[in-house]
Structures are given as C-alpha cells and as structure tokens.
T-cell receptor, first 114, second 114 residues
Framework: EADIYQTPRYLVIGTGKKITLECSQT?????MYWYQQDPGMELHLIHY???????EKGDLSSESTVSRIRTEHFPLTLESARPSHTSQYLCASSELTSKGHEQYFGPGTRLTVT | KNQVEQSPQSLIILEGKNCTLQ??????????LRWYKQDTGRGPVSLTIMTFSENTKSNGRYTATLDADTKQSSLHITASQLSDSASYICVVSDRGSTLGRLYFGRGTQLTVWP
C-alpha cells in the first residue's frame, strides 16, 4: 500500500464555491501529479510538479490551480466550482527505479458540483 | 500520437473461470508497460511492470505478457475470484520523459459473478 493520502474522499458542493483537494505523501518523492478521471474513461494529467516551487499544467486543460510549498504536500484548488468540474481527481507521486518511473496513486476524491 | 487501446471494454465471467485482457499501444520510445487494477472509487494499484526485454511477468493469479515488436500486451487472470471485479488499466511510459509521463488506456471493466 502506497503512503499517499487524499482528502476529502467524497465532496458534494454547490456551484461557485471555492474548494481545495488535499494530497500528501510520506515517501519523500519529488515528482507529484494530479489526474482527472471520468467514469469509464482514461486518466488525464491536469497538473504536475518536479519538486518544491515547481508546478506545470498537464495535457488536459483545467481551471484548477496547484501549489507545491512542501515536498510532501500538493493541494489542488478550484476558485469557483462548476458542474463541469464533477469528476474523480487522483493524486500520484513517483520515484525513479531500475525499470523507469514508478507512480503511486492516492485513493482519489470524488467531486460532485451541483 | 502516443496512444493505448484496450479490449474488451467490459467483460463478465463466472467465478473460477480464466480470462485474458488485451492492450495495444503506440507509445514511443517505449520504457515500460504496467497493468493496474482499479477498484471502484479507489486509485489504481500496480499489478505488474515489464520493460522492453521482458515478455512475461506473473503476480499470483495474474500473468502479463509483452510483445514489444507488435506493441501488444495481455493480462491473463487465472481462476477468477469475486474480488477480481475491477477495472484493469494498461499503462505505458515513454523513455524520453524526465517527468515519468504515463499513457493510460481506458481500462477493461471486469465483473466476476458467483
């Protein structure tokens, strides 16, 4: 079991609210990622970080923002939630092994915006 | 374009039966291929990982194969159990990425009936 945590696990919130999805890992990994996944669809990379003070946008355009002030913490924020943001959000971190990068996933946050 | 295609999209089998899931990819340059198991509402968990030089890898009742020439992989599940019901995702990483970028298939949704 990977030591990567996400809170909350489920969130139902009204349109226009500001929300922050928390992600933390205790493995000391430098690289961290946020993915968005809709039911029956593949994971899409929305943000990533190479380390502290590094954040980049991923392949899928997202209105969310991220920050990386500490190695272990990579929160995602939506300033004004909309129904189109309803999805599952997965956080991951990775380490480089002899077989390439190994990514470990958190349990995810299921977000519903009404 | 780097892509990962999986088939079938969904599969229903009876408990105790075997099944094989397929994955085709176009990711280049190839680094490794992983099969993940994702339970409903959870993050993906790695089952197997194979590099270019490996053509088979087992993890208990799960056996993955890789043909790097034809860019195909399969995941064989033996003597299925109810707990095998999940989405199985084929994930390929490219050797050229310092990020450890992954390319995800949409998964095969496996349902095991008693």
């Amino acid at each position: 079991e990977a030591d990567i945590y996400q809170t909350p696990r489920y969130l139902v919130i009204g349109t226009g609210k500001k929300i922050t999805l928390e992600c933390s890992q205790t493995m000391g990994h430098d690289k961290m990622y946020w993915y968005q996944q809709d039911p029956g669809m593949e994971l899409h990379l929305i943000h990533y970080s190479y380390g502290v003070n590094s954040t980049e946008k991923g392949d899928l355009s997202s209105e969310s923002t991220v920050s990386r002030i500490r190695t272990e913490h990579f929160p995602l924020t939506l300033e004004s939630a909309r129904p189109s943001h309803t999805s599952q959000y997965l956080c991951a971190s990775s380490e480089l092994t002899s077989k390439g990068h190994e990514q470990y996933f958190g349990p995810g946050t299921r977000l519903t915006v009404t | 374009k780097n892509q990962v295609e999986q088939s079938p999209q969904s599969l229903i089998i009876l408990e105790g039966k075997n099944c094989t899931l397929q994955c085709n990819y176009t990711v280049s340059p190839f680094s490794n291929l992983r099969w993940y198991k994702q339970d409903t509402g959870r993050g993906p968990v790695s089952l197997t990982i194979m590099t270019f030089s490996e053509n088979t890898k087992s993890n208990g009742r799960y056996t993955a194969t890789l043909d790097a020439d034809t860019k195909q992989s399969s995941l064989h599940i033996t003597a299925s159990q109810l707990s095998d019901s999940a989405s199985y995702i084929c994930v390929v990483s490219d050797r050229g990425s310092t990020l450890g970028r992954l390319y995800f298939g949409r998964g095969t949704q496996l349902t095991v009936w008693p």
